[in-house]
């Protein structure tokens, strides 16, 4: 007997009842949020979501790496629903909420920090960057930061000046925040190599800005919209070399590498490097706007009293959702399977390199992967057309994908978890012909 396949094809994608949501959008929300795959959700499960016309795809999304532990997962709605019906909000810092304290010890329990540890929560990715700027600022009483060509940090001020992708990101929307400094991302696949982002990285700070006017350099251990680029390890320990060197904190964004998605529960652990603070969003509470900063206590305590904080930031029902997302993690073992997934996945990649000429790299930690499209292997001339294509023709055989990378040439792999083997493989089969009618 077959084998019960979870993709479910009834219309054309996108069907008419998307079609019709999609042309009501048009009218009433503003231009920029435009859509990136035609298909409006009804409901999800696990690593499937239904789309109103009934049609059923294999979510290799994730929410953008929001969901970690899948979709709608029974024990994070029980722990919502539980935390909904006592009460929503109050803020923290008026009137606090034992939540609130308990998640902060589960949290701080997972940090690869040695030492004293604490945490505080925000609402989104981009908040948790702005703030983990503010200790280290607080902290050492200095102004600049630097940051990385490819990375990405988040979209309100401080953040988007961080962030290093003209088009869409930061185009037209100066002038950026003050003392904020790039310089290059050592990768493996177009260079530089580690010693001459290094090298670079030492000569900023003779010919650019001073190292004691610099409060934090912000990185992540594997750049996730920048096209997973994995830092190499001599290149992460140089920058702690650094930092250490001229008294400067060091801040990991750990906002989409973080929850296990790299095979280990934060991607810095794949290094001999400890980080002074990092960053958490995304898989934190399974879609619910939480983030947080956790680091070493004497630079978390460094800011004045009340000026850390927000109106809605720890709010206690994605703060519920949180904690149950980390009994998920510990009852399913999901860091491992990450693991897992990541081996099949790589296992299919590397093959399909073999076999398409087009694909010019496959990277990646864990479950973190994602494959260069190129239009030839020799200049690595980048090939966004036909990442487009791919995505496209994998949406309409029942699979959800996601491009990323500075030129838009890569698809990425954020796919849940939960993901069951004869979903992966199901998923896998689907990509794999919608390259084959791509790349023909």
């Known amino acids: 007997m077959a084998a019960t396949k979870a993709i479910e094809l009834h ?84 009137l606090p909420y034992e939540v609130y304290v308990t998640l902060s010890e589960r949290l701080v329990a997972t940090a690869p920090i040695s030492g004293s540890v604490k945490a ?82 030492e ?37 702690r070399r650094i930092c250490d060197d001229n008294g400067i904190v060091l801040v990991v964004d750990e906002v989409q590498t973080g929850y ?14 400890e980080p002074d603070l990092i960053t958490i969003a995304k898989s934190i509470a399974a879609g619910l706007p939480l983030s947080a900063v956790i680091g070493r206590a004497e630079i978390m305590d460094a800011p004045g009293d009340s000026a850390i904080g927000g109106t809605y930031v720890g709010n206690p029902v994605a703060q519920a959702a949180a904690l149950a997302v980390l009994d998920v993690f510990e009852e399913e073992s999901l860091v491992e399977r990450a693991g897992q997934i990541g081996n099949t996945i790589r296992g299919r990649m590397e093959a399909w390199q ?3 000429d087009a694909i010019g790299d496959v990277r990646g930690l864990g479950a973190m992967l994602a494959i260069e499209l190129v239009h030839d292997r020799e200049t690595k001339d980048p090939a966004p057309e036909l990442a487009t294509k791919v995505v496209e023709a994998a949406s309409e055989r029942g699979l959800l994908l996601l491009k990323s990378g500075i030129y838009s040439n890569c698809i990425r792999v954020l796919v849940p978890l939960v993901i069951s083997d004869a979903e992966l493989d199901e998923a896998l089969g689907a990509w794999e012909d919608a390259l084959g009618t791509a790349l023909r």
Request: negative net charge; glycine residues 10%.
């Open 120 to 201: 505080a929560f925000f609402n989104a990715g981009t908040e948790a960057v702005e703030n983990a700027v503010k200790f280290a600022r607080a902290y050492t009483k200095r102004p600049a930061v630097i940051g990385f060509e490819g990375g990405f940090h988040g979209r309100t001020l401080l953040s988007l000046t961080l962030t290093s992708k003209t088009h869409p990101y930061k185009a037209g929307l100066g002038p950026f925040a003050p003392e904020v400094y790039r310089l290059p991302y050592a990768q493996d696949y177009r260079g530089p190599s580690a010693a001459d982002a290094l090298a670079a990285l």
């Open 11 to 94: 219309t054309k994608i996108p069907g008419p009842r998307s079609q019709e949501i999609l042309e009501r959008k048009e009218r009433v929300i503003a231009d920029p949020l435009s859509i990136y795959l035609p298909v409006v959700i009804e409901r999800g499960e696990g690593a499937t979501l239904t789309d109103v016309d009934g049609n059923t795809f294999i979510d290799f999304t994730g929410g953008v790496g929001c969901l970690n532990v899948g979709h709608a997962h029974p024990h994070v709605v029980e722990a919502v629903q539980e935390q909904a019906a006592k009460f929503f909000h109050t803020d923290f810092t008026i």
């Open 260 to 273: 296990g998605r790299t095979g280990k529960m934060w991607g810095i652990e794949h290094y001999d490097v």
């Open 354 to 356: 073999q076999r398409w």
């Open 203 to 239: 000569r900023a700070l003779i010919t650019t800005v001073p190292a004691e006017s610099v409060a934090a350099i912000v990185i992540e251990p594997v750049q996730g919209e920048g096209g997973f680029v994995v830092a190499p390890p001599e290149f992460l320990e140089g920058v």
